[in-house]
């Protein structure tokens, strides 16, 4: 691992459909394959699609895959929405089969509407057939669990937020429950519910499966989202959104032993510099989401079992490893990214991932 200065000198490129509102931005262009999420919405920036290719290339990175990052946006109202990702589907058609952008499922868009590509992306894409949780969503939520076991120095006797509980979180409760933490308060898109004596991560599961967002209404008094932050916790999970951890957020969680992303970039800079101040563990968001990554590359062969001890062991390894270096497991991820970024590439990308 290093940690000397680096030189910077890259920009992410941006293709433009012909065909519909849609672009994606390719982190890497000399990428053996680049991949990451496909959003649709009314109107998707590129500046956030830039952000989430990025950290999809330094899970690439610290993992030691000569891969990228890249991240599309369709934008189209609600009644065009099938037909502009149908549209979108039509003309990724040759950047599938040539692995210059392999679609992840993300906001607005499901694994159904990106099944017409599966049969030439090179990846294990088994991994993300329905039903929904995914096996992927179930590694992605066992893989930040184990980061916040080995950040937070064990779970046992921990209560645990999960803020903006989605597709991974069944599978990150279950987790969390297994290495002895208690989760008290969790948060959908629909709202935030709190419980001291802990929620059952069975009635978690049929939840989400049965409800999705909307489970919250059978747990308990449903809050704003944003009200799950005064509920107090020692572990935090995050990642309803790019930055919902901002430096104002970071001061109310800062007494918590580690705050541990569930969703992409929850972290701004200088939420981060908070965190640290604080003393509170914060890896990577691209270490503790990389067990679906895992999980769609290598052996097809590969057991459910075996793939999920390899990212228990993996992540919680590296997670270690980070925890120690002097300038904290956020910044110590980055170097090992970038020194291995460095072995490949004659620039490095511009820019670490974070939140603006």
């Not at 030189?7 to 262009?29: E, G, P, S, W």
């Not at 990451?36 to 989430?52: E, N, T």
């Not at 944003?226 to 935090?236: H, N, R, Y």
């Not at 999980?295 to 590969?302: E, L, S, T």
Request: glycine share 10%; proline share 5%.
């Amino acid at each position: 691992m290093r940690g000397e200065p680096v030189a910077y000198a890259h920009n992410v490129r941006i293709h433009k459909f012909t065909t519909t509102d849609a672009f994606v931005a390719i982190d890497l262009d000399n990428a053996e394959a680049s991949s990451g999420p496909v959003r649709w919405a009314r109107k998707v920036l590129q500046g956030g699609a830039k952000d989430l290719a990025r950290s999809q290339t330094y899970t690439y990175a610290v993992l030691g895959m000569k891969r990228g990052g890249a991240s599309a946006g369709i934008s189209a109202d609600g009644p065009d929405r099938e037909t502009a990702i149908s549209a979108f589907v039509a003309e990724a058609g040759d950047l599938v089969a040539d692995s210059t952008y392999l679609p992840d499922a993300a906001k607005g868009v499901s694994n159904a509407d990106l099944e017409p590509l599966r049969d030439a992306d090179e990846r294990d894409t088994a991994r993300v057939a329905e039903p929904s949780p995914t096996f992927a969503d179930r590694c992605e939520g066992l893989g930040a669990a184990v980061t916040a076991h080995h950040a937070a120095s064990g779970l046992s006797g921990k209560s645990i937020a999960i803020e903006g509980f989605a597709a991974n979180g069944p599978a990150l409760a279950a987790a969390v429950v297994e290495r002895g933490g208690t989760v008290t308060s969790l948060a959908t898109a629909t709202g935030s519910v709190s419980n001291p004596d802990g929620f059952d991560p069975d009635d978690l599961d049929s939840g989400w499966t049965t409800a999705g967002d909307d489970m919250v209404n059978e747990l308990g008094e449903v809050g704003h989202p944003m009200a799950i932050f005064g509920s107090g916790a020692d572990v935090w999970f995050v990642g309803s959104k790019m930055g919902v951890v901002d430096h104002t957020v970071a001061a109310q969680i800062g007494e918590a032993s580690a705050v541990v992303a569930c969703g992409r970039l929850p972290l701004t800079a200088r939420a981060l510099a908070v965190l640290r101040r604080a003393g509170v563990a914060a890896p990577a968001d691209f270490v503790s989401l990389a067990g679906s990554t895992l999980a769609m590359w290598g052996d097809a062969n590969r057991t459910d079992a075996e793939i999920l001890a390899g990212i228990n062991e993996d992540l919680g390894d590296m997670t270690a490893e980070f925890k120690a270096h002097d300038d904290g497991p956020f910044l110590a991820a980055c170097f090992e990214a970038e020194s291995f970024l460095s072995t490949w590439q004659e620039s490095l990308p511009f820019g670490r991932p974070l939140a603006p």
